[in-house]
């Protein structure tokens, strides 16, 4: 039987500037992948060209069927030095909003999508208060050149993986162990928050405005509640509450974590269970969990703003994707306020620190010579998005 989603449902796909672009070098990302003592395994280089291809991505993501596309401003493009912002770059951007609007396609803005300009990190970056100042700073300048064109805003994407992965297990940068330095950093990038989700709401254009957050299925495994809920609190839960009264929030999940009484770190995978490229298992449950979880702990209007799977097998990703939004489809006929589903990603792209092996494309990308090819999943879930439908 299949399942119709409610009139208006937005359904899109996602990037962000620097998996896709190529060529950001201005940045803490292009520092660290660079660095031989970072775990990451390739450089993100000349990436997928979107930076001068966005016009044909962009009309083969309308081919396709989708009605939205969210992608992010690479910073430190537009502000290359503290107070210094770039026309060129903002028009390039402003020429990505009118492209989305001549396709038919929402355009969904994010204004942090985890890179931060060199000049910033020098600073301190997120451990230091005065980031939160940059970087609504750069939001109001943005905000006044392309506002008008903006469908949808995301300030940061997921501030709690900066946070966790940077200051608490050092595989992204700073690449710092530090439980006080996450801590601060949490502080620091909520506060950013709140300070950007204004200064984009002083300005042109009239759109909702939120954050998105990447969450799991936090589940507890033989008493393993109150270390359980110990993690939830400091790498959700604050967030979720610090959200509370914004225009949505953008739920991010692909799989689950679990928790024993023995260790306040999360268990390994379940022994049997497949896992994805990305090495953590194959878990579609997890959107239902955590939709739940965001509507009961946040309140408010929900998109679902990146949900997938890396795998090399593309029947993989139709079948997860079909589970999640089954789970989601649960979520609405029990009221729950869910107004839209971005999978990602549209490309292939620079996955941080796992490089270019993890496909998590609906579009493959030839790494030689750029060419796009759709998968199969992508025209599936394209005509989804066209009918508004699940088979």
């Not at 020098?122 to 008008?148: I, K, P, S, V, Y």
Request: charged content about 20%; proline content about 6%; overall charge negative.
């Amino acid at each position: 039987m299949a399942i119709t989603f409610p009139d208006g449902f937005v359904w899109g796909t996602a990037t962000a500037a620097h998996q896709v672009e190529g060529g950001n070098w201005n940045n803490d990302w292009w520092m660290w992948e660079h660095d031989p003592s970072s775990p990451c395994i390739d450089v993100s280089g000349d990436a997928c060209d979107h930076f001068w291809r966005y016009p044909e991505d962009i009309a083969l993501l309308a081919d396709l069927g989708f009605t939205s596309y969210r992608f992010s401003l690479e910073w430190s493009r537009i502000e290359p030095e503290p107070g210094e912002f770039s026309v060129n770059a903002l028009d390039h951007y402003r020429r990505m909003l009118a492209s989305c609007h001549e396709h038919g396609l929402l355009p969904v803005l994010t204004y942090h999508h985890f890179t931060t300009p060199r000049w910033a990190v020098a600073g301190g970056g997120w451990l230091n208060r005065q980031t939160g100042e940059h970087l609504a700073r750069f939001a109001e300048r943005a905000t006044q050149h392309l506002g008008d064109l903006v469908g949808m805003a995301c300030t940061i994407n997921e501030p709690n993986v900066v946070s966790i992965l940077g200051h608490l297990l050092g595989t992204f940068p700073p690449g710092h162990v530090d439980g006080g330095e996450f801590t601060t950093a949490n502080e620091n990038l909520l506060r950013a928050h709140r300070l950007t989700y204004d200064a984009v709401k002083a300005g042109p254009g009239d759109f909702p405005v939120g954050m998105t957050l990447s969450m799991a299925d936090f589940q507890a495994v033989d008493g393993g509640e109150s270390n359980m809920e110990r993690a939830r609190h400091s790498m959700e839960d604050v967030f979720l509450e610090g959200a509370r009264g914004d225009d949505y929030l953008g739920a991010q999940m692909y799989t689950r974590i679990r928790f024993g009484p023995d260790s306040p770190t999360p268990l390994a995978n379940e022994e049997g269970l497949r896992t994805t490229l990305m090495g953590y298992e194959f878990w579609p449950q997890a959107l239902e969990a955590t939709v739940r979880r965001a509507a009961d702990v946040f309140g408010g209007p929900l998109y679902v703003t990146e949900n997938g799977i890396g795998c090399t097998d593309d029947a993989e990703r139709i079948e997860y994707v079909t589970a999640a939004l089954e789970g989601l489809d649960r979520c609405l006929q029990d009221g729950l306020d869910v107004r839209g589903y971005f999978c990602w990603s549209c490309l292939d792209n620079f996955e941080w620190a796992e490089g270019y092996a993890p496909l998590f494309g609906l579009i493959a990308v030839d790494r030689e010579t750029q060419v796009r090819t759709p998968k199969p999943s992508a025209h599936w879930l394209g005509q989804v998005a066209r009918t508004n439908t699940l088979p």
